[in-house]
């Protein structure tokens, strides 16, 4: 466990406990508010430094997910020196209208940078996005593992998933 | 004229010639995509660099807004220590459901920071929801000011505008 970091999420009151539903549409008893723990600029400097450790031999792009893990790609990208792009939900409409903003080629590895993982909706969409464009992906990385199901519909996709915290550790018992 | 940072965007080939409708609606013969420069690592840290040293006294945040100018916020903020917020421009519709995100309190001054200007409406948009919820915001910062009246408009608005550099130095002639 990753004793440093979990308590340092905890400090920055991005946990909140009420009755909360989440972007899956599920019921929650507690709020991994990410935007509090990524505006923080301590907190988001560590977890840019462990994302640039995570990143696997081969890769030569991140990737950020309109909009939540955007900051986390952008400091990670900074740290480690290796570029991102940026994967929207929709394409805006005008200029360029691309679905993938950045610089990019076919066939690059690229390691998916999430924040928090429930359902992995947000992120399968995005690997999805990825992959329709010929770019290859296997590993991502999430600050928060709420361990809901999002890291076996990951892996059942072929996408090796690696957190820095899990939520059992956040909580300190299994949601 | 800032000759390092503007070679450094000329070499990321950010700046593009054809023709091209503005998020504005405007056409133009050149488009300065700013994902092409913010997801270059070496860029994005200069611009950070750059950025944080603009931050004036008395600011307690900074703002990055939805999508494209986060990464320079966030990148600012780790390089600076100074906490950001990120404006989005529509709610979410779960979660949380708000129009700033972060942490933040009524009365905080918060240094703007956008990417490209041209006439300033996603500025200006901005700036009205962090000053619709009581935040002070009187000076912003922009990585390029494409001259066309956006600075302007938010003078008008009581935003005093910094710019990293110009169109005009960017492309050799005032566009």
């Not at 600029?41 to 995570?54: E, Q, Y």
């Not at 309109?66 to 929709?90: D, N």
Request: hydrophobic residues 40%; charged residues 25%; glycine residues 10%.
């Amino acid at each position: 466990m990753d004793t440093e970091l979990v308590e340092m999420l905890k400090q920055t009151g991005a946990v909140k406990f009420g009755d909360f539903t989440l972007s899956s549409g599920r019921k929650s008893t507690y709020y991994v508010d990410k935007y509090i723990f990524e505006t923080n600029p301590v907190c988001l400097s560590v977890i840019g430094d462990r994302i640039a450790k995570l990143i696997p031999a081969g890769t030569r792009r991140l990737a950020g997910i309109e909009i939540g893990s955007i900051p986390l790609a952008a400091v990670a990208s900074v740290k480690s020196g290796m570029p991102f792009v940026v994967v929207r939900k929709a394409t805006k409409g005008y200029g360029t209208n691309k679905l993938i903003e950045g610089v990019w080629q076919k066939g690059e590895k690229v390691f998916v940078v999430e924040d928090v993982v429930t359902t992995a909706r947000g992120a399968l969409g995005a690997i999805h996005t990825l992959r329709e464009a010929g770019l290859a992906v296997d590993e991502m990385v999430c600050v928060v593992d709420r361990e809901e199901g999002g890291r076996e519909s990951l892996e059942q996709e072929g996408v090796k998933v690696r957190s820095l915290v899990k939520s059992s550790e956040l909580l300190g018992y299994k949601p």
